[in-house]
């Protein structure tokens, strides 16, 4: 915890908090230093890389080919965006709580309560729907067939969980790695789909409807249903910053590790996207349950699909074991400030917050066994997203706005412009997942309000004044103040 965010120990307790002792906060620590930026890049590139898998290509079934570009390149800026906003604000207050603690600055207890309850919402879901797509994995490939889906699950929370309550940076030393086989996998099927690419493959989806064409199947239609699912191509990346307390040199390593794992998801998005349509066709690539694999076999490869049928496991396995990570860090940034119980933030002796990696853990297992469908956690993972995003956006054309004296390590090119631009496009991707799964939007939005009820009704009368987040809000208003 930094020096500028424990000195505020001697002030008047705002109505509706307390300030706890140092004792408090010994026993919710985190183990600082023990991330650099190659290993933030690695953690940012692991959140997404399962999307390039598996997922993006219905997008070309509900858009066509054009569709799902014109999703890819919107839905690219929206995270390119976002993300350089984040970079800046992370840089300058370097927190656990990352969105929430930027909300709470920028919106006030409310807008930061919200923004945090969506990302942990969105953390929450995302282990559980790629748990169900992992169980599905091990079955296609013909592993421990007569084994249950519920069981393979559970293995995999539990294997995983352990290796996070044993440490971050094994953990994230372990995810670096494993990341690193999906993306060699990636470049062996690059090398093994470009030879076979055509241009005439991907516009070989018959129009349908009025207001269609060879370009665009479905129409403006298909073009707002592909949303979406440009959004898998790189979902979760904005977690990077919750590892920011466990940073070696936050204002410095937080900017490059997100703005590298950025640049390397746009590269491998791209290359997904229009190999394997080019190489197998759009209309093949659109209906097709493991779109690499297939791909692959489809164009004779099947020596090159083995492989990258067993290394496209890995890619999995890192989006799941990332998520983890970052929902336990929410949770514990939002319990240490008092918005959670209070115990889910502890932390033991290897400095890691256990009681939230096992609570969400078990809600995990629950989701995955109880829900059952990948997809469906999926787009409720996004639509919690999306609100997560506009709230971050929002929060930094404030800052800017208002605080334009604040140090930051980095600022975003472009300033609040780019932020703009990105807030925009976040409540159109929002308004999208309805269009695609209404139902699952709704729940979602059930969650939230759920959530935002605990928090109107309870936690914001018990909330901890001088937790880092909230030392920086408290900041700011002192600050202003004092102008």
Wanted: charged residues 10%; negative net charge; aromatic residues 10%.
């Amino acid at each position: 915890m930094s020096d500028t965010v424990c000195t505020t120990a001697a002030r008047t307790p705002a109505s509706g908090t307390s300030e706890e002792s140092a004792a408090y906060f010994e026993k919710r620590s985190l183990k600082q230093g023990s991330v650099n930026w190659v290993l933030l890049m690695g953690l940012g590139v692991a959140y997404v890389i399962s999307g390039d898998f598996s997922g993006w290509n219905y997008g070309i079934a509900q858009g066509g080919w054009l569709g799902m570009v014109i999703a890819f390149l919107v839905m690219g800026a929206m995270y390119l965006f976002m993300v350089l906003g984040l970079a800046e604000m992370s840089s300058a207050m370097p927190v656990a709580g990352a969105g929430y603690g930027f909300a709470r600055r920028a919106l006030g207890k409310t807008g930061g309560a919200l923004t945090g309850f969506a990302i942990l919402v969105e953390y929450a879901i995302c282990p559980a729907a790629i748990s169900t797509f992992i169980a599905d994995y091990v079955h296609a490939l013909g592993l421990f067939s007569e084994v249950p889906s519920a069981l393979i699950i559970a293995v995999f929370f539990a294997v995983f969980v352990g290796i996070h309550i044993l440490g971050v940076g094994e953990a994230l030393k372990v995810i670096f790695g494993i990341t690193f086989i999906a993306v060699v996998a990636l470049g062996v099927y690059v090398a093994g789909i470009a030879p076979h690419f055509s241009a005439a493959n991907l516009f070989d989806i018959a129009p349908e409807g009025a207001g269609s064409s060879v370009a665009l199947p479905h129409g403006i239609v298909g073009v707002l249903s592909a949303l979406p699912f440009g959004m898998w191509l790189f979902l979760a990346v904005e977690g990077v910053p919750l590892a920011a307390e466990e940073s070696s040199d936050p204002k410095r390593d937080m900017p490059r590790g997100i703005i590298g794992a950025m640049l390397l998801l746009l590269l491998t998005g791209s290359l997904v996207l229009v190999l394997t349509a080019g190489g197998a066709g759009a209309a093949f690539t659109g209906s097709a349950a493991a779109p690499l694999v297939d791909a692959l076999n489809a164009v004779g490869e099947p020596m090159l699909a083995t492989f990258v049928n067993y290394a496209g496991l890995a890619g999995l396995v890192a989006s799941f074991f990332s998520t983890i990570y970052s929902g336990s860090r929410q949770a514990f940034a939002l319990s240490r400030a008092g918005y959670l119980p209070k115990f889910l933030s502890v932390t033991g002796s290897r400095k890691t917050p256990h009681a939230s990696l096992l609570m969400l853990g078990i809600l995990g297992y629950a989701l995955a066994v109880g829900v059952g469908n990948g997809s469906i956690l999926l787009n409720m993972a996004v639509f919690s997203a999306c609100v997560s995003y506009a709230m971050m956006n929002l929060s930094h054309i404030l800052l800017r706005k208002n605080e334009p004296e604040m140090e930051r390590g980095f600022s975003a090119p472009g300033g609040s412009t780019t932020t703009v631009i990105s807030l925009v496009l976040s409540l159109v991707a929002m308004c999208s997942t309805f269009v695609v799964d209404v139902l699952a939007a709704v729940c979602t939005l059930g969650v939230l309000v759920v959530l935002m009820t605990y928090f109107a009704l309870y936690s914001r009368h018990y909330l901890v004044g001088n937790a880092p987040e909230e030392e920086f809000a408290a900041l700011q208003v002192a600050e202003a103040d004092l102008a």
